[in-house]
């Protein structure tokens, strides 16, 4: 019901900073639940940060704690994902990915089954 289109993947160096965007379709953005996934060559996909339909909650895996930053304008139907002091181990195929919720309380954002998913974008951290 939703699409997403992921851009602002590319080459960066170790030590920069990227900000990759998600847009979404629809009028119903605001009730979605949203998360970047990542996917590195031979590893399985993970959930790299998530934020609930207000934005007032979020999610980060450990790897990325400190560094990444999730957020979303409800009002531009976009979600952020701003990545900063990058390491080669960012390097990776990073998806937008969404949730439908009914209600305004936020569930464990990282158990959510995620269920709509864009396109990807791929990011690669140079040395």
């Known amino acids: 019901q939703v699409q997403l289109v992921e851009s602002g993947g590319g080459l960066v160096q170790a030590g920069g900073s990227l900000r990759l965007s998600c847009a979404a379709s629809?009028?119903?953005?605001?009730?979605?639940?949203m998360a970047w996934f990542r996917q590195a060559p031979e590893k399985e996909r993970e959930l790299v940060v998530a934020i609930n339909r207000s934005g007032s909650s979020t999610y980060y895996a450990d790897s990325v704690k400190g560094r990444f930053t999730i957020s979303r304008d409800n009002a531009k139907n976009t979600v952020y994902l701003q990545m900063n002091s990058v390491v080669p181990e960012d390097t990776a195929v990073y998806y937008c990915?969404?949730?439908?919720?009914?209600?305004?309380?936020?569930?464990?954002?990282?158990?959510?089954?995620?269920?709509?998913w864009g396109q990807g974008t791929q990011v690669t951290v140079s040395s």
């Open positions: 629809g009028r119903t953005f605001s009730s979605y639940a």
């Open positions: 990915a969404a949730k439908l919720l009914s209600t305004r309380w936020t569930p464990n954002l990282a158990a959510i089954r995620y269920d709509y």
